[in-house]
């Protein structure tokens, strides 16, 4: 069973900068098979449902929600068994709780969230104006 724990959330304030990290282990495996798995980050802002921001899959393409184009980046680190969201030019909007989530669906997506079997317990994220 994989776990997910994020952190690097926090409060900043617009046209900041911060970089989410979501490490993973996996129970009852000497050797993590981490590399196998699609991996995304999702967010839930109050009074809106939990939306895609990014997905990188196994070979590491990546894909991302209009509304942080060019100013996210989704990254993954084989060996240390961790997933990253860079995040720039942050505005109010971005405001929200970020959770990390993995599938061993062959399929990274955004929109559907109910692929993915494993997630983190979340940070948030705080931008002011």
């Known amino acids: 069973q994989l776990q997910l724990v994020e952190s690097g959330g926090g409060s900043v304030q617009a046209g900041g900068s911060l970089r989410l990290s979501c490490l993973t282990s996996?129970?009852?495996?000497?050797?993590?098979?981490?590399?196998?798995?699609?991996l995304a980050w999702f967010r839930h802002a109050p009074g809106k449902e939990r939306a895609g921001v990014a997905t990188?899959?196994?070979?590491?393409?990546?894909l991302y929600a209009d509304s942080v184009n060019g100013r996210f980046t989704i990254s993954r680190d084989n060996v240390k068994n961790t997933l990253y969201l860079q995040m720039s030019s942050l505005n109010p909007e971005d405001t929200a709780m970020y959770y990390c989530?993995?599938?061993?669906?062959?399929?990274?997506?955004?929109?559907?969230?109910?692929?993915?079997?494993?997630w983190g317990q979340g940070t948030q994220v705080t931008v002011s104006s």
């Open positions: 990188i899959d196994k070979d590491g393409s990546t």
């Open positions: 996996e129970r009852g495996y000497i050797y993590t098979r981490y590399s196998m798995y699609c």
């Open positions: 989530a993995a599938t061993r669906a062959a399929i990274c997506q955004l929109l559907n969230r109910s692929i993915y079997t494993y």
